[in-house]
């Protein structure tokens, strides 16, 4: 058993996680730069937390700019085990409706501008991504949605594309009937690659604001009706963070998926062929298995 320890990444519209006991923003320094913010700790219902803003404080970062492998090291780093990803998204589905909330369990990556891996020349390895999601911290955040009376869906395809434009209608459509995705977002892609890497469990949760723009009845995707829903969509958010701790306990035995195992037989590159630097810059999210 080891202590459980919450990391959330806060999408747009949520900066914050409400009652955290001794809050307290931190700096965290990583080899792959600075995260999008500070990293505020501290305990709810006996549960240590952190909260990293993805976007950052004020809304800095644009979705290709936010820095995946600094923030998903920092949350390494400090200790944390389990990472709950929130993000705004659109629905490609009727039953999905602004202010619905989606329990995601799989991606498409469409992303194009950002550095994916932590891994590369120096030391290669591969890990499964084939289910990006923790079944088990996933049934967490499916029951606390539901606890605070969100009306939630489990199970649908993300769609990550790079932004930070939305669609075109003929994207919106394409993604819709021919990808077999559910909803559309920016940043969950290479977030849910890198946690895998760093051998996190990782589960991520879309709030529903819009239809993109394939919807006959709604148009093209209206900022200003974004904002609204999103304002709404934040409270569901922190209710559903709120009672997390006391789903998940303030200790945990290991993955029963192996999410916490991803790198046992993934580094390919032979001991005494590895580059020292990056060795050096891997000591968290790897230090496991170096």
């Given at each position: 058993?080891?202590?459980?320890?919450?990391?959330?990444?806060?999408?747009?519209?949520?900066?914050e996680?409400?009652?955290?006991?001794?809050?307290?923003w931190?700096?965290?320094?990583?080899?792959?730069?600075?995260?999008?913010?500070?990293?505020?700790t501290?305990?709810?219902?006996?549960?240590?937390?952190?909260?990293?803003p993805?976007?950052?404080?004020?809304?800095?970062?644009?979705?290709s700019?936010v820095?995946?492998r600094?923030?998903?090291?920092?949350?390494k780093?400090?200790?944390?085990?389990d990472?709950?990803?929130?993000?705004?998204?659109?629905?490609?589905?009727?039953?999905?409706?602004p202010?619905?909330?989606?329990v995601?369990?799989?991606?498409?990556?469409r992303?194009?501008a950002?550095?994916?891996?932590?891994?590369?020349?120096g030391?290669?390895?591969?890990?499964?991504?084939?289910?990006?999601?923790?079944?088990?911290?996933?049934?967490?955040?499916?029951?606390?949605?539901?606890?605070?009376g969100?009306?939630?869906h489990?199970?649908?395809?993300?769609?990550?594309?790079?932004g930070?434009?939305f669609?075109?209608?003929?994207?919106?459509?394409?993604?819709?009937?021919h990808?077999?995705?559910?909803?559309?977002?920016?940043t969950?892609?290479?977030?849910?690659?890198?946690?895998?890497?760093a051998?996190?469990c990782y589960?991520?949760?879309?709030?529903?604001?819009?239809y993109?723009?394939w919807?006959?009845?709604?148009g093209?995707?209206?900022?200003?009706?974004?904002?609204?829903?999103?304002?709404?969509?934040?409270d569901?958010?922190?209710?559903?963070?709120a009672?997390?701790?006391?789903?998940?306990?303030?200790?945990?035995?290991?993955?029963p998926?192996?999410?916490?195992?991803a790198l046992?037989?993934?580094?390919?590159?032979?001991?005494d062929k590895r580059?020292p630097?990056?060795?050096?810059?891997?000591?968290?999210?790897?230090?496991?298995?170096l």
């Open positions: 058993m080891e202590q459980t320890k919450i990391g959330v990444i806060g999408g747009s519209g949520l900066y996680i409400d009652g955290l006991e001794a809050p307290t931190v700096d965290v320094e990583t080899p792959w730069g600075a995260p999008s913010d500070q990293l505020l501290g305990t709810l219902e006996g549960v240590e937390m952190v909260f990293l993805r976007h950052g404080r004020g809304h800095v970062h644009s979705p700019s820095p995946y600094a923030n998903i090291d920092a949350l780093r400090l200790g944390v085990t990472v709950i990803s929130i993000s705004a998204c659109g629905s490609f589905r009727e039953a999905m409706a202010g619905d909330f989606v995601v369990d799989q991606f498409i990556d992303t194009f950002r550095e994916k891996s932590f891994f590369g020349e030391c290669v390895a591969h890990v499964s991504v084939a289910h990006p999601t923790c079944p088990r911290l996933s049934d967490a955040c499916e029951t606390a949605a539901r606890a605070a969100i009306n939630v489990r199970g649908g395809t993300y769609l990550a594309m790079e930070p434009q669609s075109t209608l003929a994207e919106s459509r394409m993604y819709r009937e990808c077999g995705a559910d909803v559309i977002g920016m969950n892609m290479p977030e849910a690659k890198l946690a895998r890497e051998e996190l589960a991520s949760v879309a709030m529903i604001t819009d993109d723009s919807h006959p009845d709604h093209e995707v209206d900022v200003n009706q974004i904002i609204q829903t999103l304002m709404g969509n934040a569901k958010g922190r209710a559903m963070v009672r997390l701790p006391g789903l998940l306990g303030a200790t945990r035995a290991p993955c998926h192996g999410c916490d195992r046992d037989y993934a580094i390919l590159t032979a001991p580059d630097d990056l060795m050096g810059k891997l000591d968290a999210v790897a230090g496991r298995v």
